[in-house]
């Protein structure tokens, strides 16, 4: 590796990235693997499965979710996996894959929103980083999910999970939040309608250091599949 690591040290610059990272890492990425407690249901897992083969699908996102609990559940983990990826960092990508999942009221206002995050992190090491075709890493992990409250033309989904994020010049960083995202049946699929999030709860790190470094997360974390999406 040729390029010094940037490390983000000191408090304001820590917090600097956390500002940034807020309404994309936390608004668009958690939960994208739904999961009651620590596994999914069989129904909200079939759903799951089921993206890989639906017929329907927009900005490269599958669409055709069923209009029930599952459905809407399936269609939170589809519409936020699209948005766990280096790739919304461009502008275009952002902009069509929220156009594709939010309702036609909503999807300036989202667009809003995240445009300033986005644009800090692709200004940014990170940014920089993916740029220069070097490594990247961008995804998030679920935890648990819960259905608020749901009926055929609006579901309330809560997600809590966290977010990995880091370069070949940033240490990775796993970020803790949660999620509640407002679906309204729409044009025959489950659109977003809001979204809110923060930070947290985050647990307390129980695990002791042990040999591998930051840059052996980025190494491992490209060998990994997600156990959903493997065959």
Known sequence: MSRAPDRLSGTSRHNSLLLCFVPIAIALAFGFLIGRTT???PAVRAAAHANASAAR??????????????GAAGAVAAYQRAFAS??????????ERIEAVATSTYAKTMLTANSPGRERIAAGPIGRDLASGLKTLYSAVPIGYRVESYSPWRAR????GF????GATVEPAAYFGLAHTELAWSEGQWKIAETR???????????PPGPLGAYDVMSIAAQLKSYELAP
């Open 39 to 41: 596994a999914p249901s």
């Open 157 to 160: 989904i809560l997600t809590w």
């Open 163 to 166: 977010t990995l994020l880091g």
């Open 86 to 95: 280096p790739s919304i960092l461009r502008a275009s990508v952002m902009r």
């Open 197 to 207: 999030a923060g930070f947290g709860p985050t647990p307390r790190l129980a695990t």
């Open 57 to 70: 699908t927009r900005a490269g996102i599958p669409i055709d979710f069923p209009r029930s609990r599952a």
